[in-house]
């Protein structure tokens, strides 16, 4: 007997019920991880503690796990996002050269955020409406959406004489707290609380889990894989203006090898490349864990070679240990 709408509504929500209890159980080994690098971290380079180097910490990291958060929605629906970087680069050029034109800086913001949102609708439109590869789609936009970041300017920098408000979005400090800190922090809570406490974060969830399964409920899986590019090419972009802002200065050749950074603190944070499984929190943690590393790595003076080789290590190691939790959580 065919299953009928609701029971495989059903289904999908109990599946998804363990899922997240396997989600907690990967974000809390994470967790205990993270803290114990950090206490290694203090022990090694007594300078790790400092007040100065942990705001410094926070701010470098926080470009990349803005990025991270919507990349981790992509990944969730089984989807991929390759364009994120030139689309962060494209965004931090045209607030540049919007405020250099005259446009008041909200105006410029808005519109950079929009022009964001614009770049991953049409990657994840492709990829929902005409059933394209987000892999493929997305690889496209990297290379046409950095060409148009080139093209604005003939690719030199752009700006340089951007308002104080303006830059102190992105090196700006409340005490010593940095605001673009506060910016991932708040990304990030938001994110996790549309994942876990909203219908639309269990369809991201549900379309990753078994897409022919969602769309026999009833769910709007098309709608869902756009909206998650959406949401990824918005963020970015907001990455994109937080890096001008600090630099007081648009540059076409930022963000490159961002979608790598990025990619890597979401499967570190415990989210399937394949969908359904992971979270915000997982990716939080990572990536604060990825920059107390390199954070440690350099504070010890080694080299840049050994960074790239620990960091392979570690994420395949990540990938071991969360097949072994999913097959475990399978027999369970």
């Known amino acids: 007997m065919t299953q009928t709408a609701p029971e495989t509504r059903l289904t999908w929500t109990g599946?998804?019920?363990?899922?997240?209890?396997?989600?907690?159980?990967?974000?809390?080994?994470?967790?205990?991880?993270?803290?114990?690098?950090?206490?290694?971290?203090?022990?090694?380079?007594?300078?790790?503690?400092?007040?100065?180097?942990?705001?410094?910490l926070l701010q470098q990291s926080s470009l990349t796990g803005i990025v991270a958060v919507g990349m981790t929605m992509v990944i969730?629906?089984?989807?991929?996002?390759?364009?994120?970087?030139?689309?962060?680069?494209?965004?931090?050029?045209?607030?540049?050269v919007l405020i250099a034109h005259g446009v008041n800086p909200v105006l410029a913001l808005l519109a950079t955020l929009v022009a964001g949102a614009v770049a991953g609708l049409l990657m994840g439109g492709l990829s929902a409406y005409l059933s394209l590869p987000s892999f493929m789609t997305t690889l496209a936009g990297l290379t046409s959406i950095r060409g148009l970041t080139y093209l604005?300017?003939?690719?030199?920098?752009?700006?340089?004489?951007?308002?104080?408000?303006?830059r102190l979005l992105g090196g700006g400090f409340i005490g010593y707290v940095p605001i673009v800190g506060l910016v991932f922090i708040g990304v990030a809570i938001v994110a996790g609380l549309v994942l876990r406490a909203t219908t639309f974060g269990e369809y991201v969830y549900a379309?990753?889990?078994?897409?022919?399964?969602?769309?026999?409920?009833?769910?709007?899986?098309?709608?869902?894989?756009?909206?998650?590019?959406?949401i990824s090419g918005l963020l970015a972009a907001l990455a994109g203006i937080l890096l001008t802002s600090r630099l007081?200065?648009?540059?076409?050749?930022?963000?490159?090898?961002?979608?790598?950074?990025?990619?890597?603190?979401?499967?570190?944070?415990?989210?399937?490349?394949?969908?359904?499984r992971g979270g915000v929190f997982g990716t939080f943690i990572a990536v604060l864990l990825l920059s107390v590393l390199h954070n440690?790595?350099?504070?010890?003076?080694?080299?840049?070679?050994?960074?790239?080789?620990?960091t392979g290590v570690i994420l395949v190691a990540a990938l071991i240990l969360n097949r072994l939790l999913e097959h475990r959580g399978n027999r369970a």
């Open 15 to 56: 599946a998804l019920t363990r899922r997240r209890g396997l989600d907690l159980i990967r974000g809390s080994n994470l967790l205990l991880v993270f803290l114990l690098l950090c206490v290694v971290a203090s022990l090694l380079a007594p300078e790790f503690l400092t007040t100065r180097n942990i705001s410094n």
């Open 76 to 96: 969730l629906t089984a989807g991929i996002d390759l364009s994120v970087g030139s689309t962060a680069a494209f965004a931090g050029m045209l607030v540049a």
């Open 152 to 166: 604005l300017t003939g690719g030199t920098p752009a700006g340089g004489n951007l308002p104080q408000g303006f």
């Open 207 to 230: 379309v990753g889990s078994n897409r022919e399964a969602a769309r026999l409920s009833g769910l709007p899986v098309r709608a869902v894989t756009a909206a998650v590019f959406v």
């Open 248 to 276: 007081t200065i648009g540059q076409p050749t930022a963000f490159n090898g961002l979608e790598l950074d990025a990619i890597a603190a979401v499967v570190l944070g415990g989210t399937n490349l394949f969908g359904g």
């Open 296 to 310: 440690l790595f350099n504070l010890l003076g080694l080299s840049s070679f050994f960074q790239m080789v620990v």
